[in-house]
T-cell receptor, first 112, second 114 residues
Framework: QKEVEQDPGPLSVPEGAIVSLNCTYS??????FMWYRQYSRKGPELLMY????GNKEDGRFTAQVDKSSKYISLFIRDSQPSDSATYLC????????????FGEGTQLTVNP | NAGVTQTPKFRILKIGQSMTLQCAQD?????MYWYRQDPGMGLKLIYY???????DKGEVPNGYNVSRSTTEDFPLRLELAAPSQTSVYFC?????????????FGSGTRLTVV
């Protein structure tokens, strides 16, 4: 079983839709949770970062962590064509030096 | 501030040839990583380094070698290229494993082996 499972997609939505991207994980030691956005033919870039459980909001983006269910989500409100990209979840343990474990990514297309 | 710089951006190799993918960072990050990304397969860790002179294998190290003689540079060497090494290669760097600030990625090297 993979440590991190991500909804594979691809996902295609109309402009203005609310998008939900999800990952589940099996390692209860994960404490740091991140979402990366990767545009076509570019490297991933850090989009959102949260520590432990709870919600974090940044403009149209909300990251949600539910450690009891080992489930994290990224919500995009009022989605735009410029949000079309692959989204990767990533997580890390508390231990100093712990590497990030990535999900396989969900490709999102927002249609005008 | 350039971040993580990868060269070349594109390369076509013939089977059996060798090459070095270059990676340099100017953020004084101690950790550096090499990933490969195949379509629909996510990021697979090839090698990583926790500091100058220290390297270790990731998930898919076969066919590759690395060295880390300075904090800034982390080249990836492909010996005897094979078609299975056709992929997009990303270099990344971080502070102390990335738990606090995540990774900074380069823009990638697209390699085709024919």
């Amino acid at each position: 079983q993979k440590e991190v499972e991500q909804d594979p997609g691809p996902l295609s939505v109309p402009e203005g839709a609310i998008v939900s991207l999800n990952c589940t994980y099996s390692n209860s030691a994960f404490q740091y949770f991140m979402w990366y956005r990767q545009y076509s033919r570019k490297g991933p870039e850090l989009l959102m970062y949260t520590y432990s459980s709870g919600n974090k909001e940044d403009g149209r983006f909300t990251a949600q962590v539910d450690k009891s269910s080992k489930y994290i989500s990224l919500f995009i409100r009022d989605s735009q064509p410029s949000d079309s990209a692959t989204y990767l979840c990533a997580m890390s343990e508390e231990t100093s030096g712990s590497r990030l474990t990535f999900g396989e990514g969900t490709q999102l297309t927002v249609n005008p | 501030n350039a971040g993580v710089t990868q060269t070349p951006k594109f390369r076509i190799l013939k089977i059996g040839q060798s090459m070095t993918l270059q990676c340099a960072q100017d953020m004084n990050h101690n950790y550096m990583y090499w990933y490969r990304q195949d379509p629909g397969m996510g990021l697979k860790l090839i090698y990583y380094s926790v500091g100058a002179g220290i390297t270790d294998k990731g998930e898919v190290p076969n066919g590759y070698n690395v060295s880390r003689s300075t904090t800034e540079d982390f080249p990836l060497r492909l010996e005897l290229a094979a078609p299975s090494q056709t992929s997009v290669y990303f270099c990344a760097s971080s502070y102390f494993g990335g738990r606090n600030y995540g990774y900074t990625f380069g823009s990638g090297t697209r390699l085709t082996v024919v």
